[in-house]
């Protein structure tokens, strides 16, 4: 397909090969040869298998300075400051940088030269790998619209197909390769035994379509509460991170560290995402927004998260205040009769959350009973409201008219 602008096209692939050859000399020079990384991929039925990656994009980026100062770089800077489309895609993939020109040769030249050299497996030119990349550019540089992805590693759980937890949020398997092929330094970032251990193969996937100018999405925010809501789905042990990686239109953006509350890995058995508990961590997670407005809700979540990652006596006193927080002075009385139907159920947690009341230690169904009465609250959607129905069933006044949650 012919480039949609002829003049472009010249000026950066004059810039790309006038590059080769610059880092080939500085090669030849010192003599050396590029560093590669080393990588393993496992097989799913056989044996596995390995890969050498060249790592030019540390090499190019460190010469970066001198590359800029080169007669073939200034041509191509002003040919993209005749496209005002570059202007707009420099400023969504640098965010607010000073210099335009500054953002145009990192964002465009130095990323085309990167993608190039990594297709040709060095510095050896190929016209189809640059053809291929100046074409994936070019459909990014003039497109309407951007496509913004962030991609965190999970452990603590496990899933057997793809869980949708909205309109742009996902967990499912990771792909072999996917991170790497961006980041050659990937390995080094990803938690230990991932992609090899039974729940060390997931991950979270934030997706937006971004219009021209569009800031990308606060994902160490969004994807922090997908981790919550999950965990109150599930009572999984479940992290996130330690970073999130980040693509724009398919190409390397940038890689954030993911949130510490949500990057720690609370204790507890590894879980499973099913087709029971997806839903209820997707409902959850819309239901997490009602916090802004709830002052006590939040400080309820807040409590309960905190919890997680503490000992004893500070455990239990952050579990106290949680669900004082939620149902107010006379929470054990309230919570039983919130999470059980029957009495003969309702007495026995009744006396767990009593003698959490009276300062003891919370046992097992007493802590899991505050995972549970946020969830039951979140779910109904107006935490006063609840608190109301409760004390109405207490006094004889009303039934039980409630949603159930998972156990």
């Not at 550019?137 to 899933?159: D, K, M, W």
């Not at 937890?165 to 792909?175: D, H, K, N, T």
């Not at 997931?202 to 800031?215: K, Q, T």
Request: aromatic share 6%; hydrophobic share 45%.
């Amino acid at each position: 397909m012919a480039p949609r602008s002829p003049q472009l096209h010249h000026a950066l692939r004059a810039f790309t090969l006038g590059a080769f050859a610059y880092l080939l000399r500085e090669l030849d020079d010192a003599g050396e040869s590029l560093p590669f990384a080393f990588e393993e991929h496992e097989g799913k039925t056989g044996p596995a298998l390995y890969e050498y990656r060249p790592l030019v994009r540390d090499f190019v980026e460190a010469r970066a300075a001198r590359l800029r100062g080169r007669e073939d770089a200034v041509i191509a800077l002003e040919e993209l400051a005749r496209e005002p489309a570059a202007a707009i895609y420099a400023r969504a993939h640098a965010g607010r940088d000073p210099s335009e020109d500054d953002a145009l040769f990192r964002t465009v030249l130095v990323d085309l030269l990167i993608r190039v050299a990594e297709a040709c497996g060095g510095f050896d030119w190929d016209d189809e790998s640059f053809e291929r990349a100046y074409a994936e550019l070019e459909r990014s540089l003039f497109g309407e619209r951007r496509a913004y992805a962030a991609v965190a590693p999970l452990v603590g759980i496990s899933t057997g197909v793809q869980r949708e937890l909205g309109a742009s949020l996902r967990i499912r398997a990771v792909a072999d390769g996917e991170l790497a092929r961006h980041w050659p330094e990937a390995t080094g970032l990803l938690p230990q035994g991932f992609g090899r251990e039974a729940d060390r193969y997931c991950v979270v996937e934030l997706r937006a379509a971004l219009g021209a100018g569009e800031d990308v999405p606060d994902a160490p925010a969004e994807i922090a509460d997908a981790v919550s809501a999950i965990r109150l789905a599930t009572a999984a042990p479940l992290a996130a991170g330690p970073v999130l990686f980040e693509t724009l239109d398919g190409r390397p953006y940038g890689i954030r560290p993911v949130l510490p509350i949500a990057a720690t890995q609370p204790p507890g058995e590894a879980t499973r995402l099913d087709e029971f508990r997806a839903p209820l961590a997707a409902e959850v997670l819309v239901r997490l927004g009602l916090a802004d407005a709830d002052t006590n809700l939040a400080e309820a979540l807040d409590r309960w998260e905190l919890s997680l990652f503490q000992h004893e006596p500070f455990r239990s006193e952050q579990l106290r205040a949680a669900l004082g927080a939620l149902l107010g002075t006379t929470w054990p009385l309230r919570a039983a009769v919130l999470l059980e139907t029957e009495p003969e159920r309702r007495e026995p947690l009744h006396l767990e959350l009593a003698a959490l009341a009276d300062g003891g230690e919370a046992a097992p169904p007493a802590a899991d009973a505050v995972r549970r009465a946020l969830v039951e609250v979140l779910r109904d959607g107006d935490r006063p409201a609840v608190v109301a129905r409760l004390d109405r069933m207490l006094l004889g006044l009303g039934g039980p008219a409630r949603l159930r949650v998972a156990s």
